[in-house]
């Protein structure tokens, strides 16, 4: 490749030996041996040919000539010539360190790099050149007297290296890369690993104080002297439990791993050379060398594989991928790793060799627009082999979280010593980061730089946590003062009865358990009284769990919900902060305009169709002359232009406003960035689909717009433009595009520089420099621009209309843009581009002096054409969603990677923000005084809406991170844009940490898996931007209207059931340690059991877990009310329904009713008939429990009479099984019913009184709405 003439000549490099000597077998050093060819790869690929040659001719079909001299391998001396290398290498990488960094450092910041690459490379050929000069001439490295050296001597591969400040230099030369210098290319999502399962699970689980109290309560029943009832009544439950647990943990990871096997083993083509790499060759067997034919040179086989016109490919898993690796990826083809493109190859022959390629980021940044990336043209002229790259050296910045900016720069060093090396600047422009998807039709062609868990996607998503319910805690508080209870109560027995010494019998054994120590007694005191923390409550909590989880997923109202994690469905209903994405969660993305006003006149709605006609009549002239003159627009400009200014002051006449319509028109239709496209369509592959590219839905939606009124862009190159008339089908305007000025965040505005073409003559190339005489009649030139109101206000010139009619679209929720355009000489046009490309070549100040450029020549006076309204589409029921969601007393952020300006829209229009409420916008913070003064402007008006950027959050969060989080809390709404996924997931951290509060997260994007994984709640929604955050959330839903319907439907009967549940079973526990406690006093404090084998198994299984755990279906309210009244859902977040005030009446109510069981059971039998004491105390038990449970429900249920009676029914029928405990004979007698019937009713009927009047005279709640 020959460089540029000015480019400065620099020393010979050092050869690659990717095609050199070392190359070779050991029998070319040594005729009498025989030759070794190395098998052929069965995975190899040719494209476009035989896959049994190497190749050298490109995909496109270049051709790289070589030097067709012999040459002898050297690979046999690789013991001592490579030493010998590696002693003169290591010097030269030393010195070289420092200026491979000051080389790279000396590129320019990103930003500076990529606004002077799109502003100067896009515009125009020449200026690409002339910059990528000067950055050549910054670029080029100095020699080093080593290098000189080394360069008249044989070389092997040089080795990729990281220099002191971990800049990575990656030379693409085969085997130039060590496989454990970077990490490897793996997906990793699972938590465990097959090691580490059991221990971290079981660590997770015990860590709960109930498992762990249950634990050693099983454990001590190994202890004879302390066995109570069957071991497997304590060691059963608990094995159950954690079986149930680890399954579920165990069935999610293998999920995961499975999703990760996916993703590594998609397969990718890789150039490859066809030759075994040196760090991969193994020792070439003896016998295998006898192979009687003559070696050939390296030469030769090179003249033979060109010959093939072949490009090897050789087919990769991702996992499989390395550093330095060559990719070949195709339209619709997920990038596996962080790549730099290396070149972009046209599916049809007959387009230009641009560069140009488009990719979508949705799951990175979560922006469903194509972005416009660029092969370096420094790569983009070579052959697509690797033998062509192979004399490449890419030097990256490290390592970063950082989506949207890149350091780098890549280095041709030439074979041919006669050539110079020469380096191009590497910017954000030239990178595909890995899990971005490659949309346009072109070949790509990558080079990996990142792989695995230094790629972007995994350095701004975190690890899974395993997430814990807030109800779970509050239990395990609970549980807490349960044992405190129990372990009281057994001391106090204890001392009670009177700590005395111990007398074993005459045998020397303790039988007696009345002759146990004290402490044994103690203990076993605390094993009689450990039904107070039933083992059977972490059961029924996660069976409940599992039935929540499938009402949810097979309720209709809200289809294709996926419960992933069902151990939170409570925490639905306890969220009190909503931190919502933007793009595809509450928008479609999808834009439509709607509204275009020209001054005096506002079109919408099917006033459309007079647009319609006034562009029909005004584009039609090029049809009726009987040719395509692409001439006679610009004739209609100047029309325009002449119309426009005759009626100056004067009523617009119906001619005029057509005029002005139709120049609005022509300038929406060249000032954008897109790209139209055509592929055969997926249902009829006859039919040929026309789409369009664009990096924002904004100039889509205003593309086809101008297309719906007639007027199409059938043609668009980074050189020109055409459109097309929809009437005729014939092209009425062509355009050279002189300078394109993209859209930034910093300006809010675009902007293009045009020279309408005419057919009769050929316009002079501005861009050329020729001297030519210019026809000015036939090449005018024109200046479009279009952009925000607030930036573009002072552009244009006076008016008296564009404020209020800005204001007004704003109101109605539509995104403003404001189009004007200005009438450039030749001799202007010229003198504007010297001093434009002058000052981008400059190296401080680059982009400020561009800009006063820009201001002096361009955007001074713009004629004001128009202002166009676009509506970003909201979801379904999106509006009513957050109004419901807001009156249930959630406090909603959106956190978006998108614009200031598409935030604020979005905002209003989806009522994030209500109607006359204030937005205090906070953007491009960079000092701390400007932070504290924005804190103490919100201090004083704390209704406002908060509108920030990401920049100004950073500076918020490293220098006020309290004050502003404890602000920030106390807004109504908080709208944060321009944010990277990790500063989503620290927000949601940040919330969650200050105000100890539940947080859901919702997202549908790559960008939102760290921020869903943070929250106590995430919800994925399935949509355009994939299935990533679906797959990675608690709960995966279709569309954002379905969440109202998860929290204030779902969320308030999962946790209403699950602490009722709760209750019960602690209730149900604790009754029957009320009945063991009064038996122990009555006793003498002795550690007697009162109810033992299958009694106590059978009480909390058998007869009472059924009708307790059918309180799971039970509702206060329906689904209708809780609709109509989200303020119901206010109460839940403040935990009302299990608080320690709750479970202190609990507890009451259990020793009320404990006591009465047992001491009236006591009474009116006595302890000397036991087993009729039993039989009596325990058969109200039971019953008691039962009655309790109907009393509970609030609505019937058809399974819960069912369990009521039949828990009933098998009670009495198990009676004749239980002649061990009771005494039957006594059951069947009329004294045994009437004083069940007595004790039920002094046990029952007060608590049940309090109840009603205590609801009678504060009702809750739910009781007053359903009522109304």
């Known amino acids: 490749m020959s460089s540029h003439p000015s480019l400065p000549r620099s020393p010979s490099p050092i050869p690659s030996d990717s095609d050199s000597d070392l190359d070779l077998d050991l029998e070319e050093l040594d005729p009498s041996s025989a030759s070794y060819q190395p098998a052929r790869n069965s995975g190899y690929q040719a494209v476009g040919g035989d896959h049994r040659a190497s190749s050298t001719t490109g995909i496109g079909g270049s051709k790289k000539t070589r030097d067709p001299s012999p040459r002898i391998g050297l690979k046999s001396l690789m013991g001592g010539g490579r030493r010998k290398y590696e002693r003169l290498k290591a010097t030269e990488d030393d010195s070289d360190h420092e200026e491979d960094r000051q080389g790279l450092l000396g590129v320019g910041s990103p930003s500076n790099s990529r606004d002077a690459h799109r502003r100067s490379g896009e515009g125009s050929h020449g200026q690409e050149e002339s910059a990528l000069l000067h950055i050549s001439r910054g670029l080029s490295r100095s020699p080093s007297k080593t290098s000189l ?8 591969t040089p080795r990729s290296r990281k220099t002191s400040d971990s800049t990575r230099i990656i030379p693409l030369a085969p085997g130039s890369i060590k496989s454990p210098q970077f990490p490897p290319n793996i997906v990793s999502n699972h938590k465990f690993t097959p090691i580490t399962f059991l221990p971290l699970t079981l660590y997770h689980e015990f860590s709960y104080f109930f498992n762990l109290y249950f634990l050693l309560v099983a454990l001590s029943q190994i202890i004879p002297v302390l066995r109570i009832g069957f071991l497997s009544s304590y060691i059963v439950p608990l094995v159950f439990v954690l079986c149930v647990t680890l399954g579920k943990e165990a069935l999610d990871d293998l999920a995961r791993r499975r999703r990760d096997a996916e993703a590594n083993g998609e397969g990718y083509e890789v150039l490859d050379s066809g030759k ?17 034919t003559q070696p050939r040179t390296v030469a030769q086989e090179e003249d033979q594989v060109e010959g093939q016109g072949q490009v090897r490919t050789v087919t990769k898993k991702a996992k499989d991928i390395k550093v330095g690796d060559i990719l070949v990826l195709h339209k619709d083809q997920r990038v596996p790793a962080d790549v730099i493109i290396l070149k972009s190859i046209p599916t049809d022959p007959s387009d230009d060799l641009t560069g140009e390629a488009f990719i979508r980021t949705d799951q990175l940044d979560g922006e469903t627009d194509w972005k416009l990336r660029i092969a370096p043209s420094l790569t983009q002229s070579l052959s697509p082999t690797l033998d062509a790259f192979s004399d490449l050296t890419i030097t990256a910045s490290p390592p970063s979280k950082a989506v949207d900016s890149f350091l780098g720069k890549i280095t041709l060093t030439p074979q ?14 030239n990178t595909a980061w890995a899990n971005t998807v490659i949309a346009s039709t072109t070949t790509t062609i990558a080079a990996v730089i990142f792989t695995g868990p230094e790629t972007r996607q995994s350095l701004s998503t975190s690890k899974a946590r395993s997430k814990t319910g807030l109800l779970e805690e509050e239990i395990n508080n609970l549980t807490k003062i349960l044992c405190f209870i129990t372990f009281t109560l057994s001391i106090v027995l204890v001392a009670l009865r009177g700590i005395e010494p111990h007398k074993p019998d005459s045998d020397g054994t303790d039988n007696d358990v009345a002759n146990t120590p004290w402490y044994v007694k103690i203990m076993r005191f605390l094993i009689l009284f450990s039904s107070i923390i039933p083992i059977s409550l972490r059961v029924n909590l996660d069976m409940g769990k599992s039935v929540y989880a499938r009402f949810i997923e097979r309720d209709e109202g809200i289809q294709g919900t996926v419960v992933r994690t069902s151990t939170i469905p409570e925490e639905l209903g306890r969220v009190e902060y909503l931190l919502s994405d933007k793009t595809g969660t509450l928008t479609q993305n999808d834009m439509e305009l709607k509204k275009v006003h020209v001054g005096t006149v506002s079109y919408a709605g099917e006033a459309m169709d007079e647009v319609m006609e006034y562009v029909r009549q005004g584009f039609s002239i090029a049809a009726s002359t009987g040719s395509s003159d692409p001439s006679l627009p610009s004739i209609l400009v100047t029309q325009a232009t002449g119309s426009a200014q005759q009626s100056s002051g004067a009523g617009r006449t119906r001619r005029e406003i057509g005029s002005r319509v139709r120049d609005v028109v022509l300038a929406l239709s060249l000032c954008h960035n897109v790209t139209p496209t055509t592929a055969p369509s997926l249902e009829d592959p006859t039919i040929i689909e026309t789409s369009y590219q664009a990096s924002s839905p904004d100039e889509i939606a205003i593309v086809r717009w101008t297309e719906s009124v007639g007027l ?16 005729t089908g014939d092209v009425v305007v062509r355009v050279k595009i002189l300078e394109l000025f993209p859209f930034t965040s910093e300006g809010k505005r675009m902007g293009i520089v045009t020279q309408f073409q005419s057919a009769q003559k050929q316009e002079p190339d501005l861009l050329a420099g020729t001297d030519e005489e210019d026809d000015t009649s036939r090449g005018h030139i024109w200046f479009f621009q279009k952009g925000a109101d607030t930036v573009m206000s002072t552009i244009v010139g006076t008016n008296d209309w564009l404020d209020e009619e800005c204001g007004n679209m704003a109101r109605e929720g539509l995104r403003t843009l404001v189009v004007g355009r200005k009438r450039l000489s030749v001799e202007k046009y010229r003198e504007f581009s010297e001093r434009y490309k002058f000052a981008s070549l400059l190296l401080q100040n680059r982009d400020k002096e561009m800009q006063k450029v820009i201001d002096e020549y361009l955007e001074r006076d713009l004629e004001l054409l128009g202002v166009t309204g676009v509506e970003d589409k909201l979801q379904r029921d999106v509006k009513p969603s957050i109004e419901l969601l807001r009156n249930a007393g959630i406090k909603i952020w959106m956190l978006t990677g998108d614009k200031v300006e598409t935030a604020r829209c979005v905002a209003v229009s989806a009522k994030l923000v209500s109607r006359g409420q204030y937005i205090h916008t906070v953007a491009k913070l960079k000092r701390k005084d400007a932070a504290y003064d924005t804190l103490e402007f919100l201090r004083n008006k704390t209704d406002s809406c908060l509108l920030i950027d990401g920049e100004s959050l950073a500076l918020f969060l490293d220098s006020y991170r309290d004050d502003f989080i404890s602000l920030a809390v106390r807004l109504p709404a908080v709208v944060a844009c321009r944010c990277t996924p990790t500063q989503k997931a620290d927000i949601a951290r ?32 399935v949509g355009k931007e994939g299935r990533q955050a679906s797959l990675a959330a608690d709960f995966s839903i279709t569309q954002f209207a379905h969440l109202t319907k998860l929290l204030v439907w779902h969320g308030r009967n999962s946790y209403k059931r699950s602490a009722k549940l709760a209750q019960f079973v602690i209730h149900r526990g604790l009754i029957i340690s009320v009945c063991q406690t009064m038996f ?70 259990s020793v009320y009713q404990g006591g009465v069981i047992q ?10 008939r036991f087993k009729k004491m039993v039989a009596v105390s325990f058969t109200v038990l039971v019953l008691n429990e039962l009655v309790m449970v109907a009393l509970e429900i609030t609505t019937w249920h058809l399974y819960m009479i069912l369990t009521l009676a039949t828990t009933a029914l098998l009670f009495v029928a198990s009676m004749p099984l239980l002649g061990e405990y009771f005494d039957l004979n006594y059951v069947l007698t009329v004294g045994y019913l009437w004083r069940v019937l007595a004790i039920m009713s002094v046990s029952i009927i007060p608590p049940w009184v309090i109840k009603v009047i205590s609801r009678r005279w504060r009702p809750p709640s739910w009781d007053k709405v359903r009522g109304v």
């Open 149 to 156: 050296r080394s360069s008249r001597q044989p070389s092997p």
């Open 276 to 292: 075994v790499p040196y760090e991969s060759e193994q020792r070439v067997p003896k016998r295998k060398l006898k192979n009687k």
């Open 416 to 429: 041919d010593s006669s050539n110079p090396s020469s380096s191009q600047a590497l910017t954000i422009d």
């Open 712 to 727: 199409r862009l059938v043609h668009r190159d980074r050189k020109s433009i055409a459109l097309q008339s929809v009437a």
């Open 990 to 1021: 940040l919330i969650r940490a200050f105000t100890k509060k539940r947080i859901c997260c919702i997202g549908d994007g790559g960008n939102d898996v760290s921020m869903i994984q943070a929250a106590d709640v995430g919800v994925g929604i």
């Open 1080 to 1149: 122990s006093i009555a006793s003498k404090f002795e550690p007697i059991a009162l109810y033992q084998g299958w009694l106590l198994v059978g009480y909390a299984t058998l007869y009472t877990m059924a009708p307790v755990f059918s309180l799971v279906l039970d509702k206060d309210v329906d689904e209708h009310l809780a609709n109509l009244y989200p303020e119901l859902y206010k109460e839940l977040t403040e935990g009302r329904s299990l608080s320690y005030k709750t479970f202190g009446m609990w507890v009451l109510v």
């Open 1159 to 1168: 001491g009236l059971s006591q009474i009116l039998v006595g302890l000397d």
